[in-house]
């Protein structure tokens, strides 16, 4: 018998008042494969991890870690890290504190002197300067935020990471440092890792396998090396970023 | 029928409002009392309750400090006008002092910190939600309701009746200078009769009522920061919103506070 997936979504729905945002979405993560989500804006991505996070309650189906219902969130969280489409870094508090906040925290916290040296490593990590971690994040360029918000999702070593839009708003070189630092931190760590994303070239560098959600459904899931050919018209229109397609575009 | 329609849509109008009034009610109360229960239960941020007490407290020192001495300036000199039509200008000092500890004091440094901090931590909380700090907290094994909330609210119950306290003295202060500098009363019979006619209760209920406000005060803020809107408009409607409310909740728990306390 098999090992159940990591992540298991059957029959998610969601609606915020009248708008459907997730009308059954049914997606699996196999442990320590890496999945990328892409999908137009609107398509309910992002409230698919809130969904999984319990940020937000879905109004019916299942989600299931590891084949079981999630029963102790705080569990689940402790092995667990995020990159934040903005970054999310805490304006009142430097680098160093953002990056070590978790390990802060509880009764095995770690000391100020201990925390900083886990947060310069990490910060050495994502190719930040230790010097960095004494600064706030608005003295940081975006690009830096992006690092400084990855350096902290993977400061627990977690088991599974999110990145929630790791390069928009960025540059393309720094876009593809960005990518490959992904990969090689969900590889080094044998995380599971969900990514939602538009960017194309995301895709391509951090997937194992690509699942596509549109209209609340996911319309075609595969492994990334199918992706070109996946005979889904949808999946093509949006992949090679053409306004002609079934996909509407509102002009 | 065009009329009935008419009475029918206002009924309805009024109807929606009413719904939607209870329930705000109703989050503020579910949050209120989340929140308590948090305060309670561990962990506690005792390093975040210490940095809001400097910032809801010791912060909001000067702008107390300066309206309740132009307050109790002011009050001196329309207690004499007012107490010299009847030959009672000897009530001044005992007037001020017990204006200021009861219901001044407490009501000026509510309003002053409901627009000083009250929009400070709405406006706060209300970015943190959304640029997804909030979200970040939860993902990091963090209950924002404990890490934001709990000593913010502390921090402000607290720290109230501390700045009432002060807020008074410097009040009855401004009075004393009003009293010797311009209306000629001698400064030892003036404190003196500030001292005599003063009573324990006259403080203390004050001081309670610098508690609760600055319980509200601090609700308000974090209540309305949680719930802001999206964007840089939704965040100025938060810290409106918690300014407003914050204010008429004051004036309308001192009214209902002075009837517990002093109501025979």
Not at chain 2, 83 to 95: H, L, T, W
Request: aromatic share 8%.
């Amino acid at each position: 018998m098999s090992a159940p997936a990591k992540i298991a979504l059957n029959g998610v729905m969601k609606a915020f008042d009248r708008n459907e945002v997730l009308r059954g979405v049914d997606l699996s993560v196999d442990k320590g494969s890496s999945l990328v989500v892409i999908g137009g804006s609107g398509t309910g991505k992002s409230v698919l991890l809130k969904c999984i996070l319990g940020i937000v309650t879905p109004d019916a189906g299942e989600i299931l870690i590891d084949g079981a219902a999630l029963n102790n969130r705080e569990d689940f969280l402790s092995h667990f890290g995020m990159l934040f489409q903005g970054g999310a870094l805490f304006d009142s508090l430097p680098v160093w504190h953002n990056v070590a906040f978790r390990l802060r925290q509880g009764k095995a916290k770690l000391g100020k002197a201990d925390a900083q040296e886990l947060a310069i490593e990490k910060l050495r990590r994502v190719g930040l300067k230790p010097e960095v971690a004494f600064q706030f994040p608005a003295e940081l360029s975006g690009g830096m935020q992006k690092r400084v918000g990855l350096a902290r999702a993977i400061a627990s070593e977690p088991s599974v990471i999110f990145f929630d839009e790791p390069t928009t708003g960025l540059d393309p070189i720094m876009a593809g440092v960005i990518n490959e630092l992904i990969r090689e931190i969900v590889v080094d760590l044998g995380a599971t890792a969900i990514t939602i994303t538009h960017d194309m070239s995301s895709v391509r560098a951090i997937a194992d396998h690509v699942a596509m959600l549109h209209a609340g459904k996911v319309r075609w899931h595969g492994p990334v090396a199918d992706i070109d050919t996946s005979g889904d018209a949808y999946v093509d229109q949006f992949i090679n970023g053409r306004a002609d397609g079934p996909i509407e575009s509102v002009r | 029928m065009l009329a009935l329609n008419y009475i029918f849509e206002a009924l309805a109008s009024i109807g929606r409002s009413t719904l939607a009034l209870f329930a705000s009610v109703g989050r503020l109360v579910i949050f209120a009392a989340s929140a308590l229960s948090h305060m309670l239960r561990a962990p506690f941020y005792p390093r975040e309750l210490a940095a809001q007490l400097l910032k809801i407290g010791y912060f909001s020192l000067p702008v107390v400090g300066l309206t309740t001495l132009f307050t109790g300036g002011a009050l001196a000199l329309q207690i004499y006008a007012g107490g010299a039509r009847f030959n009672a200008e000897s009530v001044v000092p005992s007037i001020v002092a017990i204006g200021m500890v009861r219901e001044l004091g407490p009501v000026l440094a509510g309003l002053m910190v409901a627009g000083r901090v009250g929009a400070s931590i709405a406006a706060e909380i209300g970015t943190m939600k959304v640029t997804e700090q909030i979200d970040a907290l939860t993902t990091l094994s963090t209950n924002p309701m404990k890490y934001l909330v709990v000593p913010r609210l502390l921090a402000a119950t607290i720290a109230m009746p501390l700045l009432v306290l002060i807020g008074n003295i410097i009040g009855i202060f401004g009075g004393f200078l009003v009293g010797t500098l311009r209306l000629d009363f001698n400064a030892a019979a003036y404190i003196n009769n500030t001292v005599d006619f003063m009573e324990a209760g006259d403080v203390t209920s004050g001081l309670i009522k610098a508690a609760v406000f600055g319980f509200i005060v601090a609700l308000m803020g974090t209540y309305s920061g949680f719930h802001s809107g999206r964007g840089a408009q939704g965040v100025g409607q938060a810290t409106t919103n918690a300014v407003v409310s914050a204010s008429i909740l004051i004036l309308a728990s001192n009214y209902l506070l002075t009837e517990l306390l002093f109501s025979a």
